[in-house]
């Protein structure tokens, strides 16, 4: 099965080079979005409506449809006694390392906080934080308390009160322990085992068990992040943080064991995305092969390789310079870099990646456990014009404008002069009146 493998290969003198690293790329994105008049789409628009006029009732239904599951309202929410109970039956171990993770989070969050310059003058920015944020945590493949630390943790840091947890009931009718073990570390109360398009949409028009929150983050399935689309306007969100992809930029410096299993880590989230762009045809082919054996090794060799054939490819470049062309076309959600001396100079001239890991020490799992930045990134090529997920994503930007009488009287003609070129004469008014005291 693995030297289907071989298919992921293209190199820059095939003529056909271009429309192949164009399908990669569509794939990619496609995995990501619904196409636009699609089946899907109109699914997705007919479960939001459903939930917006039914609310708990519809919310009900489709949680027992979509992940067999029959819940009442009532039982939606997470009481106490089972975060309590959940926290105390945790490997101690475990909780240990969530809590560095916890504290490396917030110290990494705490230093990039824009919202603690507290200064203005006549014309400046205040911060405000949000007051109620929604976060979905996937629950599909395996349980994820990073995610709850990657999201809530920023928020906490920009100083957000009220922080609502939702997560499909994939574990034995409710939500892993193991997440609700970390939101009660984080001291998170308001937790509901309700997943999907349905989830958002009880967070963004409330229902009468779920009141609606100002922002929803956080990552998931093409139908969650589908639904925060759908819903921005009535709340806020962070990104489109779909589907998990790598790419990986690589010379002839780079362990291609390492390289592989860098590749791997991402595929084997079903879907997920993994690409290696290279100068070096001697790599290409080295990875390639550390590809196929230690494909065959995982527990899931199947979705694995399967997700390497439709989203993933092994890109050989015409030079390095063509390698970072391609990468920052790319946009992906992790870009590594694996080039020896010339990782830094190399990471300098990317400008489109969600995030950029630098060396061959800095594996992804770095940055979804424990460096600090939220591993919740924008995929789909979105890293053209989202960012990370941060601190700064918790507080709203308001302008601050103070003009005393002398301020207003040195600008008032200038002002005045651009109201009229509008045909805006009440606002030209509005700063003459003031002129005839």
């Avoid at 489109?240 to 990986?248: D, F, R, Y």
Wanted: aromatic content about 6%; proline content about 4%.
């Amino acid at each position: 099965m693995t030297n289907e493998l071989d298919k992921i290969l293209i190199k820059y003198d095939q003529p056909d080079f271009e429309k192949r690293f164009t399908e990669i790329r569509t794939a990619v994105v496609q995995v990501t979005h619904f196409e636009f008049d699609s089946e899907k789409e109109e699914q997705l628009d007919a479960i939001l409506d459903d939930v917006s006029k039914r609310g708990d009732e519809a919310v009900a239904e489709y949680t027992e449809k979509f992940d067999g599951v029959k819940l009442t309202p009532e039982q939606f929410r997470i009481s106490e006694a089972e975060l309590n109970d959940a926290h105390k039956a945790i490997d101690k171990k475990l909780l240990k390392s969530i809590r560095q993770a916890i504290k490396n989070v917030k110290e990494y969050q705490s230093k990039i906080f824009v919202g603690k310059n507290k200064s203005f003058k006549s014309t400046g920015i205040k911060y405000t934080p949000i007051k109620r944020v929604g976060i979905c945590v996937p629950g599909a493949s395996a349980p994820l308390p990073s995610t709850v630390i990657m999201t809530a943790v920023p928020a906490q840091v920009a100083g957000v009160k009220e922080i609502v947890v939702v997560s499909p009931p994939r574990y034995n009718g409710s939500i892993h322990p193991v997440i609700l073990a970390t939101c009660q570390e984080l001291k998170i109360k308001e937790v509901y085992r309700i997943g999907g398009a349905q989830a958002v949409m009880a967070l963004a028009g409330s229902t009468k068990t779920i009141r609606n929150v100002d922002k929803i983050v956080g990552p998931g399935n093409t139908w969650v992040q589908m639904a925060k689309k759908r819903v921005l306007g009535l709340v806020g969100i962070d990104s489109i943080a779909g589907p998990s992809e790598v790419l990986i930029i690589a010379n002839n410096k780079a362990n291609p064991a390492w390289v592989a299993a860098d590749m791997l880590s991402q595929a084997e989230h079903n879907p997920g995305s993994a690409v290696l762009c290279t100068e070096s045809e001697k790599l290409a082919l080295e990875v390639l092969t550390e590809l196929k054996q230690q494909a065959e090794k995982l527990g899931r060799a199947k979705e694995t390789i399967d997700c390497l054939l439709k989203f993933s490819a092994i890109v050989v470049c015409k030079n390095m310079a063509d390698v970072i062309f391609y990468g920052n076309l790319f946009a992906t959600e992790h870009l590594q870099i694996q080039c020896g001396k010339q990782s830094k100079k190399i990471a300098g001239k990317i400008k489109n990646a969600g995030a950029i890991f630098i060396g061959d020490y800095s594996p992804v799992a770095v940055g979804d456990y424990w460096a600090g930045p939220s591993h919740t990134l924008p995929t789909g090529t979105s890293a053209r014009f989202f960012s990370a997920l941060s601190a700064n994503d918790f507080v709203k930007a308001t302008s601050i404008i103070e003009y005393d009488k002398k301020k207003l009287a040195e600008s008032a003609e200038d002002i005045i002069r651009l109201a009229e070129a509008e045909g805006l004469d009440a606002h030209a008014r509005s700063v003459r009146i003031r002129q005839q005291e």
